[in-house]
Protein backbone atom coordinates (compact mmCIF):
# COMPACT_ATOMS: atom_id res chain seq x y z
CA UNK A 1 0.00 0.00 0.00
CA UNK A 2 1.50 3.24 -1.10
CA UNK A 3 1.26 6.50 1.04
CA UNK A 4 -0.39 9.46 -1.22
CA UNK A 5 1.23 13.19 -1.14
CA UNK A 6 0.94 16.15 -3.16
CA UNK A 7 4.44 16.53 -3.10
CA UNK A 8 7.60 14.63 -2.24
CA UNK A 9 11.68 15.95 -2.03
CA UNK A 10 14.51 14.03 -2.74
CA UNK A 11 17.06 15.56 -0.48
CA UNK A 12 17.12 17.22 2.37
CA UNK A 13 20.06 20.06 2.17
CA UNK A 14 19.35 23.56 1.77
CA UNK A 15 17.29 23.17 -1.30
CA UNK A 16 15.31 20.49 -0.76
CA UNK A 17 14.59 20.82 3.18
CA UNK A 18 12.79 24.46 2.32
CA UNK A 19 11.33 23.18 -0.73
CA UNK A 20 9.42 20.86 1.69
CA UNK A 21 8.40 23.44 4.57
CA UNK A 22 7.36 25.94 1.66
CA UNK A 23 5.23 23.75 -0.07
CA UNK A 24 3.28 22.28 3.62
CA UNK A 25 2.85 26.33 4.50
CA UNK A 26 1.09 26.29 1.16
CA UNK A 27 -0.93 23.69 2.32
CA UNK A 28 0.07 20.64 -0.12
CA UNK A 29 0.65 17.29 1.96
CA UNK A 30 4.37 17.03 1.83
CA UNK A 31 7.18 14.50 2.19
CA UNK A 32 11.09 14.66 2.56
CA UNK A 33 13.57 11.89 1.72
CA UNK A 34 16.65 12.31 3.09
CA UNK A 35 19.35 9.17 3.61
CA UNK A 36 22.22 11.42 5.72
CA UNK A 37 22.98 9.66 9.09
CA UNK A 38 24.96 11.11 11.92
CA UNK A 39 27.76 9.25 13.94
CA UNK A 40 24.90 6.72 15.47
CA UNK A 41 23.03 6.02 12.13
CA UNK A 42 20.15 8.07 13.10
CA UNK A 43 18.87 10.95 10.67
CA UNK A 44 20.86 14.00 9.89
CA UNK A 45 18.80 16.62 8.00
CA UNK A 46 20.52 19.06 5.94
CA UNK A 47 22.78 17.94 3.20
CA UNK A 48 26.18 18.46 2.39
CA UNK A 49 25.79 22.21 3.91
CA UNK A 50 25.02 21.58 6.95
CA UNK A 51 27.23 17.91 7.66
CA UNK A 52 30.28 18.42 5.80
CA UNK A 53 30.22 22.06 4.31
CA UNK A 54 29.03 25.05 4.83
CA UNK A 55 28.12 25.10 8.62
CA UNK A 56 31.08 22.98 10.38
CA UNK A 57 33.23 24.68 8.26
CA UNK A 58 32.85 27.90 9.84
CA UNK A 59 32.31 26.23 12.57
CA UNK A 60 36.58 25.30 12.50
CA UNK A 61 36.89 28.87 10.75
CA UNK A 62 35.66 30.65 14.07
CA UNK A 63 37.63 28.78 16.32
CA UNK A 64 41.06 28.26 13.97
CA UNK A 65 40.58 32.71 14.06
CA UNK A 66 39.91 32.85 18.09
CA UNK A 67 43.08 30.97 18.18
CA UNK A 68 45.27 33.02 15.67
CA UNK A 69 44.00 36.25 17.66
CA UNK A 70 45.57 34.66 21.11
CA UNK A 71 48.60 33.54 19.33
CA UNK A 72 49.49 36.58 17.35
CA UNK A 73 47.29 39.77 17.84
CA UNK A 74 45.69 39.83 21.91
CA UNK A 75 49.04 41.54 22.85
CA UNK A 76 48.12 44.57 20.33
CA UNK A 77 45.23 44.79 23.02
CA UNK A 78 47.17 44.54 25.70
CA UNK A 79 46.36 41.04 26.51
CA UNK A 80 49.02 38.69 27.25
CA UNK A 81 48.49 35.18 27.60
CA UNK A 82 50.93 32.27 28.30
CA UNK A 83 51.27 28.92 27.23
CA UNK A 84 48.67 29.29 24.50
CA UNK A 85 47.42 25.67 23.33
CA UNK A 86 44.67 23.96 21.13
CA UNK A 87 42.81 20.88 22.01
CA UNK A 88 41.66 19.87 18.19
CA UNK A 89 39.74 17.18 19.52
CA UNK A 90 37.08 19.45 21.68
CA UNK A 91 37.35 21.96 18.72
CA UNK A 92 36.35 19.11 16.45
CA UNK A 93 33.61 18.30 19.47
CA UNK A 94 31.94 21.41 18.86
CA UNK A 95 32.06 21.58 15.21
CA UNK A 96 30.09 18.09 15.63
CA UNK A 97 27.50 19.81 18.14
CA UNK A 98 26.97 22.45 15.92
CA UNK A 99 26.36 20.46 13.25
CA UNK A 100 23.73 18.00 15.54
CA UNK A 101 22.04 21.69 16.50
CA UNK A 102 20.65 22.23 12.60
CA UNK A 103 20.24 18.87 12.74
CA UNK A 104 18.24 18.62 14.68
CA UNK A 105 16.68 21.81 14.14
CA UNK A 106 15.45 21.17 10.37
CA UNK A 107 13.69 17.96 12.27
CA UNK A 108 12.00 20.21 14.26
CA UNK A 109 10.65 22.29 11.44
CA UNK A 110 9.42 19.28 9.75
CA UNK A 111 7.15 18.50 12.93
CA UNK A 112 6.08 21.98 12.96
CA UNK A 113 5.32 22.35 9.27
CA UNK A 114 3.71 18.92 9.32
CA UNK A 115 6.33 17.48 6.79
CA UNK A 116 6.49 13.68 6.90
CA UNK A 117 10.33 12.76 7.20
CA UNK A 118 11.62 9.43 5.71
CA UNK A 119 14.75 8.17 6.59
CA UNK A 120 16.67 6.28 3.55
CA UNK A 121 17.65 6.91 -0.27
CA UNK A 122 14.77 7.84 -2.44
CA UNK A 123 14.58 6.66 -5.51
CA UNK A 124 11.86 6.76 -8.80
CA UNK A 125 10.26 3.47 -9.73
CA UNK A 126 7.97 4.35 -12.22
CA UNK A 127 5.11 6.63 -13.66
CA UNK A 128 1.89 5.75 -11.28
CA UNK A 129 -1.69 6.67 -11.22
CA UNK A 130 -1.95 9.90 -9.61
CA UNK A 131 2.12 10.75 -10.22
CA UNK A 132 4.75 9.61 -9.93
CA UNK A 133 5.94 5.97 -8.05
CA UNK A 134 9.04 5.95 -5.58
CA UNK A 135 10.82 4.05 -2.91
CA UNK A 136 12.66 4.85 0.20
CA UNK A 137 13.78 1.70 2.30
CA UNK A 138 10.87 -0.37 2.74
CA UNK A 139 8.08 2.05 2.12
CA UNK A 140 6.30 2.76 -1.86
CA UNK A 141 5.17 6.78 -1.79
CA UNK A 142 2.97 8.18 -4.86
CA UNK A 143 3.10 12.09 -5.32
CA UNK A 144 1.91 14.49 -7.89
CA UNK A 145 4.91 16.53 -7.50
CA UNK A 146 8.55 15.71 -7.07
CA UNK A 147 11.29 17.84 -6.49
CA UNK A 148 14.62 16.38 -6.59
CA UNK A 149 17.39 18.15 -4.67
CA UNK A 150 19.56 15.47 -4.06
CA UNK A 151 23.07 18.27 -3.68
CA UNK A 152 26.88 17.17 -5.40
CA UNK A 153 29.77 15.55 -4.35
CA UNK A 154 33.40 16.27 -4.35
CA UNK A 155 35.25 15.80 -7.53
CA UNK A 156 37.53 13.17 -6.66
CA UNK A 157 41.29 13.74 -9.19
CA UNK A 158 41.20 10.74 -12.17
CA UNK A 159 42.71 7.61 -10.56
CA UNK A 160 43.47 9.30 -7.09
CA UNK A 161 40.12 8.38 -5.10
CA UNK A 162 39.48 9.58 -1.60
CA UNK A 163 40.44 8.02 1.23
CA UNK A 164 39.52 10.62 3.77
CA UNK A 165 42.54 9.48 5.99
CA UNK A 166 45.66 11.06 3.76
CA UNK A 167 43.38 12.46 0.47
CA UNK A 168 40.57 14.33 1.74
CA UNK A 169 37.63 15.94 0.32
CA UNK A 170 35.58 18.64 1.85
CA UNK A 171 34.59 15.75 4.45
CA UNK A 172 37.88 14.28 5.22
CA UNK A 173 39.13 17.59 5.91
CA UNK A 174 36.67 18.39 8.38
CA UNK A 175 37.69 15.96 10.42
CA UNK A 176 41.69 15.87 10.65
CA UNK A 177 42.46 14.65 14.38
CA UNK A 178 45.75 16.49 14.79
CA UNK A 179 47.23 19.90 12.94
CA UNK A 180 49.36 18.55 10.23
CA UNK A 181 52.48 19.65 9.71
CA UNK A 182 52.56 20.01 6.27
CA UNK A 183 49.16 20.02 4.61
CA UNK A 184 48.81 20.36 0.61
CA UNK A 185 45.72 21.37 -1.17
CA UNK A 186 45.11 21.05 -5.11
CA UNK A 187 42.72 23.93 -6.80
CA UNK A 188 42.54 27.00 -4.71
CA UNK A 189 38.47 27.35 -5.00
CA UNK A 190 36.25 28.15 -1.68
CA UNK A 191 36.72 25.18 0.32
CA UNK A 192 40.32 24.57 -0.19
CA UNK A 193 41.46 28.13 0.79
CA UNK A 194 38.77 27.92 3.91
CA UNK A 195 40.11 24.72 4.91
CA UNK A 196 43.83 25.83 4.12
CA UNK A 197 43.01 28.82 6.20
CA UNK A 198 41.88 26.49 9.32
CA UNK A 199 45.02 24.48 9.18
CA UNK A 200 47.20 27.42 8.48
CA UNK A 201 46.40 29.12 11.49
CA UNK A 202 46.95 26.57 14.01
CA UNK A 203 50.40 25.81 12.48
CA UNK A 204 50.36 23.53 9.68
CA UNK A 205 52.39 24.76 6.52
CA UNK A 206 50.25 24.48 3.83
CA UNK A 207 50.54 25.05 -0.08
CA UNK A 208 48.03 25.53 -2.54
CA UNK A 209 48.41 23.95 -6.15
CA UNK A 210 46.66 26.23 -8.94
CA UNK A 211 46.39 24.97 -12.25
CA UNK A 212 45.14 27.92 -13.64
CA UNK A 213 47.39 30.83 -14.32
CA UNK A 214 45.35 33.62 -12.01
CA UNK A 215 44.04 33.75 -8.54
CA UNK A 216 40.26 33.36 -7.89
CA UNK A 217 39.69 33.47 -11.53
CA UNK A 218 35.61 34.29 -10.67
CA UNK A 219 36.37 37.06 -8.87
CA UNK A 220 36.82 40.70 -9.69
CA UNK A 221 41.09 41.12 -10.64
CA UNK A 222 41.53 44.01 -7.98
CA UNK A 223 39.95 41.62 -5.30
CA UNK A 224 41.60 38.78 -6.73
CA UNK A 225 45.10 40.80 -6.44
CA UNK A 226 44.28 42.07 -3.30
CA UNK A 227 43.48 38.23 -1.42
CA UNK A 228 46.27 36.83 -3.27
CA UNK A 229 48.48 39.59 -1.43
CA UNK A 230 46.84 38.80 2.12
CA UNK A 231 46.96 34.81 2.13
CA UNK A 232 50.78 34.93 0.95
CA UNK A 233 51.41 37.82 3.97
CA UNK A 234 49.13 34.83 5.78
CA UNK A 235 51.84 32.16 4.94
CA UNK A 236 50.09 30.45 2.36
CA UNK A 237 52.31 29.32 -0.74
CA UNK A 238 50.37 29.32 -3.35
CA UNK A 239 51.69 28.33 -6.87
CA UNK A 240 49.97 28.88 -9.93
CA UNK A 241 49.79 27.35 -13.73
CA UNK A 242 50.78 24.26 -12.00
CA UNK A 243 50.40 20.51 -13.82
CA UNK A 244 49.83 17.98 -11.02
CA UNK A 245 51.02 14.72 -12.48
CA UNK A 246 51.29 11.65 -10.13
CA UNK A 247 50.03 11.60 -6.59
CA UNK A 248 51.27 8.49 -4.60
CA UNK A 249 50.08 8.06 -1.01
CA UNK A 250 51.66 5.86 1.74
CA UNK A 251 51.63 5.69 5.63
CA UNK A 252 54.35 8.43 5.83
CA UNK A 253 52.00 10.83 3.78
CA UNK A 254 51.33 12.04 0.44
CA UNK A 255 53.57 12.55 -2.51
CA UNK A 256 52.82 14.85 -5.58
CA UNK A 257 54.23 15.20 -8.79
CA UNK A 258 53.76 18.15 -10.88
CA UNK A 259 55.21 20.90 -13.42
CA UNK A 260 55.30 24.61 -12.25
CA UNK A 261 54.26 27.44 -14.08
CA UNK A 262 57.87 27.75 -15.97
CA UNK A 263 57.85 24.04 -16.95
CA UNK A 264 60.21 22.51 -13.94
CA UNK A 265 59.57 19.37 -12.47
CA UNK A 266 58.22 19.67 -9.15
CA UNK A 267 57.58 17.25 -6.19
CA UNK A 268 55.33 18.39 -2.87
CA UNK A 269 55.43 15.93 -0.10
CA UNK A 270 52.95 16.56 2.66
CA UNK A 271 51.10 14.39 5.19
CA UNK A 272 47.37 15.20 4.55
CA UNK A 273 46.43 16.31 0.75
CA UNK A 274 43.01 17.98 0.38
CA UNK A 275 42.00 17.72 -3.39
CA UNK A 276 39.26 20.45 -4.30
CA UNK A 277 38.69 20.62 -7.82
CA UNK A 278 34.85 21.24 -7.61
CA UNK A 279 31.91 19.05 -7.28
CA UNK A 280 29.83 16.71 -9.25
CA UNK A 281 25.81 16.75 -9.54
CA UNK A 282 24.68 13.88 -7.33
CA UNK A 283 22.20 11.45 -9.00
CA UNK A 284 23.75 7.91 -8.02
CA UNK A 285 20.70 5.76 -7.07
CA UNK A 286 17.81 7.85 -8.28
CA UNK A 287 16.98 5.09 -10.94
CA UNK A 288 16.40 8.45 -13.40
CA UNK A 289 16.90 6.27 -16.03
CA UNK A 290 13.69 3.57 -15.63
CA UNK A 291 11.17 7.05 -15.87
CA UNK A 292 13.23 8.82 -18.74
CA UNK A 293 14.78 11.77 -16.43
CA UNK A 294 16.96 13.85 -18.63
CA UNK A 295 20.69 14.10 -17.90
CA UNK A 296 22.93 16.65 -18.89
CA UNK A 297 27.24 14.87 -20.41
CA UNK A 298 28.05 16.16 -16.58
CA UNK A 299 25.47 14.08 -15.13
CA UNK A 300 23.27 17.07 -14.08
CA UNK A 301 19.63 16.82 -14.09
CA UNK A 302 18.45 19.07 -17.01
CA UNK A 303 15.92 21.65 -16.30
CA UNK A 304 14.39 24.60 -17.65
CA UNK A 305 14.37 28.03 -16.95
CA UNK A 306 11.49 27.39 -13.77
CA UNK A 307 13.45 23.95 -12.57
CA UNK A 308 11.12 21.76 -14.94
CA UNK A 309 12.77 18.99 -15.95
CA UNK A 310 11.14 16.87 -19.20
CA UNK A 311 8.90 14.70 -17.03
CA UNK A 312 5.42 16.56 -15.71
CA UNK A 313 4.91 17.10 -12.08
CA UNK A 314 8.86 16.16 -11.97
CA UNK A 315 10.95 19.46 -10.63
CA UNK A 316 14.63 19.67 -9.88
CA UNK A 317 16.95 22.64 -7.49
CA UNK A 318 20.29 23.52 -6.36
CA UNK A 319 23.42 21.54 -6.88
CA UNK A 320 21.74 18.73 -9.10
CA UNK A 321 21.31 21.40 -12.00
CA UNK A 322 22.45 24.13 -13.75
CA UNK A 323 23.80 27.14 -11.99
CA UNK A 324 26.58 27.98 -9.17
CA UNK A 325 26.48 25.26 -6.49
CA UNK A 326 25.70 27.69 -3.78
CA UNK A 327 23.26 26.91 -0.28
CA UNK A 328 21.45 30.14 -0.63
CA UNK A 329 20.89 29.58 -4.60
CA UNK A 330 19.24 26.39 -3.99
CA UNK A 331 17.31 28.17 -1.20
CA UNK A 332 15.48 30.35 -2.96
CA UNK A 333 15.20 27.45 -5.93
CA UNK A 334 13.41 25.11 -3.51
CA UNK A 335 10.66 28.02 -2.44
CA UNK A 336 10.06 28.99 -6.27
CA UNK A 337 8.90 25.82 -6.92
CA UNK A 338 7.54 25.08 -4.21
CA UNK A 339 5.21 28.26 -4.76
CA UNK A 340 5.00 27.46 -9.07
CA UNK A 341 3.49 24.07 -7.57
CA UNK A 342 1.02 26.51 -5.90
CA UNK A 343 0.24 28.75 -8.96
CA UNK A 344 2.13 31.31 -7.93
CA UNK A 345 5.36 33.36 -10.02
CA UNK A 346 7.65 31.98 -7.71
CA UNK A 347 11.30 33.68 -8.70
CA UNK A 348 15.25 33.63 -8.73
CA UNK A 349 17.37 35.98 -10.36
CA UNK A 350 20.52 34.84 -11.20
CA UNK A 351 21.75 38.28 -11.27
CA UNK A 352 21.62 39.12 -7.58
CA UNK A 353 23.04 35.82 -6.14
CA UNK A 354 25.76 36.65 -3.70
CA UNK A 355 29.58 34.70 -3.62
CA UNK A 356 31.30 35.09 -0.25
CA UNK A 357 34.62 33.16 0.97
CA UNK A 358 34.99 32.63 4.63
CA UNK A 359 38.79 33.08 4.40
CA UNK A 360 40.47 36.28 6.78
CA UNK A 361 40.00 38.77 5.07
CA UNK A 362 36.31 37.48 3.80
CA UNK A 363 35.46 37.90 -0.09
CA UNK A 364 32.24 38.76 -0.86
CA UNK A 365 30.71 40.13 -4.26
CA UNK A 366 27.64 40.41 -5.83
CA UNK A 367 27.01 41.36 -9.79
CA UNK A 368 29.42 41.47 -12.39
CA UNK A 369 33.47 41.86 -12.38
CA UNK A 370 35.01 44.91 -14.13
CA UNK A 371 36.25 42.54 -16.48
CA UNK A 372 33.02 41.35 -17.58
CA UNK A 373 31.84 44.19 -18.20
CA UNK A 374 35.16 45.02 -20.28
CA UNK A 375 34.84 42.33 -22.02
CA UNK A 376 30.95 43.10 -22.98
CA UNK A 377 31.51 46.47 -23.81
CA UNK A 378 30.04 47.92 -21.12
CA UNK A 379 30.84 51.70 -20.44
CA UNK A 380 31.04 51.52 -15.94
CA UNK A 381 32.24 53.75 -13.55
CA UNK A 382 34.16 52.29 -10.71
CA UNK A 383 34.10 53.63 -7.19
CA UNK A 384 36.93 51.92 -4.17
CA UNK A 385 36.70 52.66 -0.61
CA UNK A 386 40.23 51.18 1.58
CA UNK A 387 38.76 49.55 5.13
CA UNK A 388 41.99 51.16 6.20
CA UNK A 389 40.44 54.41 6.31
CA UNK A 390 37.37 52.97 8.05
CA UNK A 391 37.37 53.67 11.80
CA UNK A 392 34.96 50.50 12.81
CA UNK A 393 37.90 48.79 10.90
CA UNK A 394 40.88 50.59 12.70
CA UNK A 395 39.36 49.74 16.10
CA UNK A 396 38.94 46.34 14.98
CA UNK A 397 42.47 46.06 14.12
CA UNK A 398 41.49 44.67 10.85
CA UNK A 399 42.01 46.99 7.88
CA UNK A 400 43.12 44.85 5.32
CA UNK A 401 40.80 44.81 1.89
CA UNK A 402 38.57 47.70 0.28
CA UNK A 403 34.57 47.81 -1.00
CA UNK A 404 34.65 48.44 -4.90
CA UNK A 405 31.18 49.39 -6.69
CA UNK A 406 30.85 49.62 -10.50
CA UNK A 407 27.65 51.11 -11.85
CA UNK A 408 26.14 52.05 -15.48
CA UNK A 409 28.51 54.63 -17.16
CA UNK A 410 24.96 56.56 -18.25
CA UNK A 411 22.34 55.81 -15.79
CA UNK A 412 24.72 54.62 -12.50
CA UNK A 413 22.63 51.84 -12.07
CA UNK A 414 24.80 49.56 -9.66
CA UNK A 415 26.29 46.13 -11.54
CA UNK A 416 28.56 45.02 -9.27
CA UNK A 417 29.70 45.03 -5.90
CA UNK A 418 32.88 43.51 -4.23
CA UNK A 419 34.53 43.22 -1.03
CA UNK A 420 37.53 42.08 0.37
CA UNK A 421 37.81 42.59 3.90
CA UNK A 422 36.90 42.62 7.63
CA UNK A 423 32.26 41.32 7.54
CA UNK A 424 32.58 41.18 4.01
CA UNK A 425 29.71 38.12 4.18
CA UNK A 426 27.00 40.89 6.21
CA UNK A 427 28.29 43.67 4.31
CA UNK A 428 27.07 42.04 0.67
CA UNK A 429 23.65 42.01 1.75
CA UNK A 430 23.14 45.79 0.98
CA UNK A 431 24.41 45.36 -2.45
CA UNK A 432 22.08 42.48 -3.06
CA UNK A 433 19.32 44.44 -1.70
CA UNK A 434 20.45 47.90 -3.75
CA UNK A 435 20.62 45.72 -6.97
CA UNK A 436 17.24 44.05 -6.64
CA UNK A 437 15.84 47.28 -6.28
CA UNK A 438 17.91 48.33 -9.15
CA UNK A 439 19.38 51.05 -7.58
CA UNK A 440 22.19 53.27 -8.62
CA UNK A 441 25.62 54.35 -6.65
CA UNK A 442 24.10 57.92 -5.91
CA UNK A 443 21.07 55.85 -3.80
CA UNK A 444 23.77 54.26 -1.41
CA UNK A 445 26.22 57.26 -1.37
CA UNK A 446 22.84 59.39 -0.16
CA UNK A 447 21.90 56.78 2.46
CA UNK A 448 22.87 57.95 6.16
CA UNK A 449 25.02 54.91 7.31
CA UNK A 450 25.41 54.09 11.01
CA UNK A 451 28.82 55.72 12.24
CA UNK A 452 31.38 54.32 13.50
CA UNK A 453 30.33 50.98 11.20
CA UNK A 454 32.30 48.91 8.44
CA UNK A 455 28.93 49.79 6.19
CA UNK A 456 30.40 53.08 5.89
CA UNK A 457 32.72 51.88 3.43
CA UNK A 458 30.03 50.72 1.09
CA UNK A 459 29.17 54.27 1.28
CA UNK A 460 32.05 55.44 0.48
CA UNK A 461 33.26 53.36 -2.34
CA UNK A 462 29.22 54.52 -3.79
CA UNK A 463 30.54 58.16 -3.62
CA UNK A 464 33.80 57.28 -4.94
CA UNK A 465 31.96 56.12 -8.31
CA UNK A 466 30.93 60.36 -8.36
CA UNK A 467 35.10 60.79 -7.27
CA UNK A 468 33.11 62.40 -3.92
CA UNK A 469 35.09 60.50 -1.00
CA UNK A 470 34.47 62.76 2.16
CA UNK A 471 36.84 60.04 4.47
CA UNK A 472 40.03 59.19 1.55
Not at 78 to 84: F, H, M, N, S, W
Not at 116 to 122: L, M, N, T
Not at 129 to 156: D, M, P, Q
Not at 236 to 258: F, H, N, P, T
Request: charged content about 20%; hydrophobic content about 45%; glycine content about 12%.
Amino acid sequence: MSLTFDVVVIGGGPGGYIAAIRAAQLGFATACIDEWKNAAGGPAPGGTCTNVGCIPSKALLQSSEYYEHAARHFTDHGIALKDLSIDVRKMLARKDQVVKQNNDGILYLFKKNKVSFFHGRGSFVKKAEGGWELAVGGESLVAKHVIVATGSNARALPGVPFDEERILSNDGALRIGAVPKRLGLIGSGVIGLEMGSVWRRLGAQVTVLEALPTFLGAVDEQIAKEAMKAFTKQGLKIELGVKVGEVKSAKSGVSVAYVDAKGGAQTLEVDKLIVSIGRMPNTTGLNAEAVGLVLDERGAIVVDDHCRTNLPGVWAVGDVVRGPMLAHKAEEEGVAVAERIAGQHGHVDFNTVPWVIYTSPEIAFVGQTEQQLKSAGRGYKAGTFPFSANGRARALGDTTGMVKILADAATDEILGVHIIGPMASELIAEAVVAMAFRASSEDIARICHAHPSLGESTKEAALAVDKRTLNF
